[in-house]
């Protein structure tokens, strides 16, 4: 008895491509920004040195030393931000949704999202157990105006309400606005 020969998948029958979201690329952004405020202590810190050394003006010494190390930590603190973004992603499964963060991963099968809420710039996940935040990581503000920072979607720049939009679609739940 011979076999039929398989038949080559239809377009209904194809499965749906694995998605990947990453925090857009301004926040590469962070990484530059705290790399000028290692170079702004750098110099703070050795103008106060020298001003110690050559004994004049020690109280100004002093609190350029402060300036100094305050701003490397702050750049340190931009730094860790940096890496945490970067390291942070929401992956598209065909019947789930993984969010890696730096502390975990975190699956959730679409069939356990029973609610979704936007409201603002948040969109909240209400599961079978629990819930789930998407906020924007960062913004981007321009006078009055606050826009938040968007997703790079498998390598590509897209606005930040893309991802409900299509976690949306993919989970069959229709997002409430409030």
Same mark, same amino acid.
């Given at each position: 008895?011979? /076999?039929?020969? !398989?038949? %080559?998948?239809?377009?209904?029958?194809?499965?749906?491509?694995?998605?990947?979201?990453? $925090?857009?690329?301004?926040? /590469?952004?962070?990484?530059?920004?705290?790399?000028?405020?290692?170079?702004?202590?750098?110099?703070?810190?050795?103008?106060?040195?020298?001003?110690?050394?050559?004994?004049?003006?020690?109280?100004?010494? *002093? /609190?350029?030393?402060?300036?100094?190390?305050?701003?490397?930590?702050?750049?340190?603190?931009?730094?860790?931000?940096?890496?945490?973004?970067?390291? !942070?992603?929401?992956?598209?499964?065909?019947?789930?949704?993984?969010? =890696?963060?730096?502390?975990?991963?975190?699956? =959730? %099968?679409?069939?356990? =999202?029973?609610?979704?809420?936007?409201?603002?710039?948040?969109?909240?996940?209400?599961?079978? /157990?629990?819930?789930?935040? =998407?906020? %924007?990581?960062?913004?981007? *503000?321009?006078?009055?105006?606050?826009? $938040?920072?968007?997703?790079?979607?498998?390598?590509?720049?897209?606005?930040?309400?893309? *991802? $409900?939009?299509?976690? !949306?679609?993919?989970?069959?739940?229709?997002?409430?606005?409030?």
């Amino acid at each position: 008895m011979q /076999r039929a020969a !398989s038949l %080559p998948r239809t377009s209904l029958q194809a499965t749906m491509d694995l998605v990947r979201y990453k $925090p857009g690329e301004a926040i /590469r952004w962070l990484e530059s920004g705290a790399a000028d405020m290692r170079k702004s202590a750098k110099r703070t810190g050795t103008r106060a040195l020298a001003k110690t050394t050559e004994g004049t003006d020690i109280p100004g010494g *002093l /609190r350029d030393a402060a300036g100094a190390i305050f701003g490397f930590g702050k750049s340190a603190l931009a730094d860790l931000l940096h890496k945490q973004l970067e390291a !942070s992603e929401y992956v598209f499964y065909e019947d789930r949704l993984e969010v =890696i963060t730096t502390s975990g991963t975190r699956y =959730i %099968p679409f069939r356990e =999202i029973q609610t979704m809420k936007v409201k603002g710039d948040r969109c909240i996940l209400l599961l079978d /157990r629990g819930k789930l935040t =998407i906020k %924007p990581h960062a913004y981007i *503000l321009s006078g009055n105006l606050k826009v $938040p920072v968007g997703w790079t979607r498998n390598g590509l720049e897209v606005a930040f309400e893309m *991802l $409900p939009d299509e976690l !949306s679609a993919r989970a069959g739940v229709n997002i409430e606005y409030l």
